[in-house]
C-alpha cells in the first residue's frame, strides 16, 4: 500500500468527497482533506472524542460533537454551528455517523460509560442507533448492539449495516421510506473480527477495517470473504474512490492506555481496487 501520510495520531473517520480523501486525527482535533498527490489541508479544528463526520446531501460538513451534545455543521465561512440538538438521548457519547441522499443522518452509540472495561455482561447490550432527519429531529431507531462503530448504506439506500465490533458482526437493518429502521438480521457473520469502521462498494460488498488483526476486508452479504489487505498496524477505518480504497491506519495500545499514548504514527494509506464506491459514505 502507498502510504500518503504518516505522524498522525489516532486517525479515523476517512469519507470521500468532492474528489478528496477526507479523514480526522482524533488526538490533534483536525478534519483534513487530502488529495492524490500527497497534499492535505486541515479544514476542521474541534475538540471532540470521538470526532466523527460525513457529509449531507448539498456539500456541508456535519460532526459528530459529544463536547456538546450535538450535530455540528460547517458553514461556508468555515464556523461550526448547531444542527441537531442530541442532549435529550442517552448522554454516554456517540460514536461514528453516515448521511444518506435524502439528508439521514445515522448516528451511533456504545452507551455505556467505562469503555476500557467494555459493555456490560448480559444478552441485551446498550448500544443504539439514533435518527436525524433533515428538520433536526432526532430519535432512537435501533437498540442492543454490543459496540457500534462504522456504518454503511448499501448502493440501494435500503439497507443499514453496522459494525457490531464486539458481537463480531455486521448487522442489518431495512430502511423504511420515513427512515426509521427494521428487519434487524447478520447481514455478516466475521467470526473472531473486530470490525470497526466500513463502507460499501458499487457491488455492494462492504470492506471492513480490524485494528487488532491489522487488515482491511471486503465481505458480501452472509460473510464470504471476497479480499485482504494486510497492514502493518491496526486498521481503524475505510473508505473508496472509484478506483482505489484508502485506510486509515495506526498503532493501538488498548483502551486502557488511550489518554496516555503517544506513539499513534496514524497514516493514510491508499491501494487499487477494481470494484469503487457505491452507496454512503462516499456519493
Same mark, same amino acid.
Given at each position: ?25 482524533? =488526538? ?30 448539498? #456539500?456541508?460538513?456535519?460532526? %459528530? ?17 448547531? @444542527? *441537531? ?24 452509540? &456504545?452507551?455505556? +460509560? ?7 455482561? #448480559? $444478552? ?9 432527519? &433533515?428538520?433536526? /429531529?432526532?430519535?432512537?431507531? +435501533?437498540?442492543?448492539?454490543?459496540? $457500534?462503530?462504522?456504518?454503511? =448504506? ?7 449495516? %453496522? ?7 455486521? *448487522?442489518?437493518?431495512? =430502511? /423504511?421510506?420515513? #427512515?426509521?429502521?427494521? /428487519?434487524?438480521?447478520?447481514? +455478516? ?10 463502507? !460499501?462498494? !458499487? ?8 485494528? $487488532? ?32 480504497? @484508502? %485506510?486509515?491506519?495506526?498503532?493501538? $495500545? ?18 487499487? %481496487? ?10
Amino acid at each position: 500500500m502507498d502510504v500518503l501520510h504518516a505522524g498522525h495520531g489516532l486517525v479515523e473517520s476517512p469519507r470521500w468527497h468532492g474528489g478528496q480523501l477526507w479523514f480526522s486525527d482524533w =488526538i490533534a482535533g483536525e478534519i483534513i482533506a487530502a488529495d492524490g498527490h500527497g497534499a492535505a489541508e486541515v479544514v476542521v479544528r474541534h475538540r471532540s472524542l470521538p470526532l466523527c463526520f460525513d457529509f449531507l446531501p448539498d #456539500g456541508r460538513l456535519v460532526l %459528530v460533537s459529544n463536547q456538546q451534545r450535538a450535530l455540528l455543521v460547517r458553514g461556508d465561512d468555515g464556523e461550526l454551528t448547531t @444542527y *441537531a440538538d442530541l442532549s435529550h438521548l442517552p448522554p454516554a457519547g456517540w460514536n461514528d455517523i453516515v448521511v444518506d441522499a435524502r439528508g439521514n443522518a445515522y448516528v451511533n452509540s &456504545p452507551n455505556f +460509560a467505562d469503555l476500557a472495561s467494555g459493555p456490560p455482561d #448480559g $444478552p441485551v447490550q446498550p448500544g443504539l442507533v439514533a435518527l436525524v432527519t &433533515p428538520d433536526g /429531529a432526532a430519535r432512537v431507531v +435501533a437498540e442492543d448492539i454490543a459496540f $457500534p462503530n462504522g456504518m454503511a =448504506i448499501t448502493p440501494d439506500g435500503r439497507t443499514l449495516v %453496522v459494525a457490531d465490533s464486539y458481537r463480531h458482526c455486521l *448487522a442489518g437493518f431495512d =430502511i /423504511a421510506d420515513d #427512515g426509521t429502521l427494521a /428487519a434487524r438480521r447478520v447481514w +455478516a457473520d466475521l467470526g473472531e473480527a473486530a470490525p470497526d469502521g466500513i463502507c !460499501a462498494d !458499487a457491488e455492494g460488498a462492504v470492506w471492513y477495517a480490524d485494528v $487488532p488483526h491489522r487488515n482491511c476486508v471486503r465481505v458480501c452479504e452472509g460473510g464470504e470473504v471476497l479480499e485482504v489487505v494486510e497492514l502493518d498496524r491496526g486498521g481503524f477505518a475505510c473508505m473508496l474512490s472509484d478506483t482505489e480504497l @484508502y %485506510v486509515v491506519a495506526a498503532h493501538w $495500545p488498548g483502551a486502557a492506555a488511550f489518554t496516555t499514548f503517544t506513539d499513534w504514527d496514524g497514516q493514510l494509506l491508499r491501494t487499487p %481496487v477494481h470494484i469503487g464506491r457505491g452507496g454512503w459514505p462516499g456519493n
